[in-house]
């Protein structure tokens, strides 16, 4: 156990977190408490907490939704319950709905103690062991995904657990995080890796050709249907489907996804035929699908049927260690696409390239690199060959996006400089800088407008 653990009791007051204020609890953990009605998810991000004591009271359903909503932010969470004494279907219910211990009040703090012994030993031991496994193969490669950040390791843990199972995966997290390859990973270790993973791009999909993409249409269906055509999820049939951006998907065709999900049929356009798939689903979202549900627009009962397991994958910035190691693999990479011999980075270019927050994430990162590695006339990469933006020592710092002592830049600059960034990284091509900013190529066409952004000016 690592003396940094960092503990968080929370509860209407400070009795449980007084009576676990003591050298057996104290010693060993940063303890802290916070009240139900705070910003826990704030709290829980700043001080990197990965164990809560959550003490509830009667009636629990209050509680519970806490303990639902802790989980849905973090799944890795490990959460201890303490509350009156209850019956076994009850402690069953919270261990349902993801606590990992229940302890009964008044408390008894040998308990808790050997509670909490036990629970960070089996996280220290699987990730020590995944750890280990990694290391003994002389790399911190796992299904192409480069890290040896210690929840990364969690999350590789839990890929290697699920994917066996055959039930809905809802990935989530930023643009550019690499949430794709996590769905790939999931599929390569499922007992279904030697069928298809069909991939749908919810984002690109026009909203009035949705139904037809994913569920086909026969002859005759609308004007144009002048053929039968399979849609992706009889594509997938005894395989999966990976559906990118799953919020961008309109309310109309949730009903019919929702069917598919819970009965496995559906029916194609325009046909009166009844037709069964097996598939396993895989969504993927970088919007707050759980606050869609709560404005209407997203089906809650969808939501809860595609959210059967979270994976959160952190944004590129809060694993800044993992830098140094996907400069490494990107280059390998580009250097067998196109026979470059790029074998690093200057100390410079990597202060830089450490300083920056990457709002692009991972995809930006390597956009950077494969523009460096062919714009160099070196075997490595050095300032010169950086975008604007890093080369720039304040832009490097990124100073606009922290909390420092110069002025914060407003929304629209910080906006405008990253698209001209990526544009710049792109040389101009309007597709591949639509798929970096994950919009359309209408919605990049209407920011150039707004912000004055234009070849001549940036090229």
């Avoid at 826990?40 to 809560?52: D, G, H, M, P, Y």
């Avoid at 308990?111 to 036990?118: G, I, S």
């Avoid at 999350?155 to 995080?177: H, P, Y």
């Avoid at 074998?343 to 930006?364: F, M, T």
Wanted: charged share 30%; glycine share 6%.
């Amino acid at each position: 156990m690592e003396l940094s653990d960092a503990l968080l009791v929370i509860g209407r007051d400070s009795r449980v977190y007084d009576a676990l204020n003591e050298p057996r609890i104290g010693h060993d953990f940063r303890l802290y408490f916070c009240g139900k009605n705070e910003d826990l998810e704030a709290f829980l991000r700043e001080n990197s907490v990965r164990i809560i004591i959550l003490d509830t009271e009667e009636p629990a359903s209050g509680d519970i939704d806490i303990l639902v909503r802790l989980k849905r932010f973090d799944p890795l969470l490990d959460v201890i319950v303490v509350g009156p004494v209850a019956r076994p279907e009850d402690m069953l219910e919270w261990v349902d709905r993801g606590a990992s211990d229940v302890l009964v009040r008044p408390l008894d703090i040998s308990a808790a103690a050997v509670a909490l012994r036990k629970l960070v030993g089996k996280r220290d031991l699987r990730r020590e062991t995944f750890k280990l496994e990694k290391q003994l193969e002389k790399k911190y490669v796992f299904q192409g995904m480069v890290s040896k950040n210690p929840y990364m390791f969690e999350i590789f843990a839990t890929i290697e657990n699920i994917a066996r199972f055959v039930t809905s995966v809802l990935i989530t997290g930023e643009t550019g995080t690499g949430k794709e390859m996590v769905a790939r990973a999931i599929h390569q270790l499922s007992a279904v890796r030697n069928r298809r993973l069909v991939v749908c791009d919810c984002a690109s999909i026009p909203e009035s050709l949705f139904e037809s993409e994913l569920f086909g249409y026969v002859r005759g269906a609308f004007t144009g249907a002048d053929r039968t055509k399979k849609g992706l999820f009889e594509e997938a049939h005894e395989g999966a489907i990976f559906l990118d951006e799953v919020g961008e998907i309109p309310l109309a065709v949730q009903a019919k996804l929702l069917r598919v999900l819970e009965n496995h049929q559906f029916r194609p356009l325009g046909s009166n035929e009844t037709k069964h798939v097996d598939v396993r689903v895989i969504a993927a979202t970088n919007r707050d699908i759980a606050l869609a549900t709560k404005r209407g627009a997203f089906r809650e009962d969808l939501y809860h049927r595609l959210n059967r397991i979270e994976i959160r994958i952190p944004p590129l910035r809060e694993r800044k260690e993992d830098v140094p190691l996907l400069i490494h693999h990107v280059l390998e990479t580009i250097d067998r696409a196109y026979g470059k011999s790029v074998k690093g980075v200057s100390r410079d270019a990597q202060k830089r390239l450490l300083r920056y927050s990457w709002p692009g994430n991972i995809r930006e990162l390597e956009n950077v690199l494969q523009s460096a590695a062919l714009a160099t006339k070196k075997d490595f990469i050095d300032v010169p060959d950086l975008p604007k933006i890093l080369r720039d020592a304040k832009a490097a710092g990124l100073t606009r996006f922290a909390a420092g002592t110069e002025k914060l830049a407003s929304l629209d600059e910080v906006e405008k400089d990253y698209i001209r960034h990526v544009l710049s990284a792109m040389k101009f091509n309007l597709k591949k800088a639509a798929g970096v900013l994950d919009i359309s190529r209408t919605t990049l066409y209407n920011k150039m407008e707004k912000y004055g952004i234009t070849r001549e000016k940036n090229s």
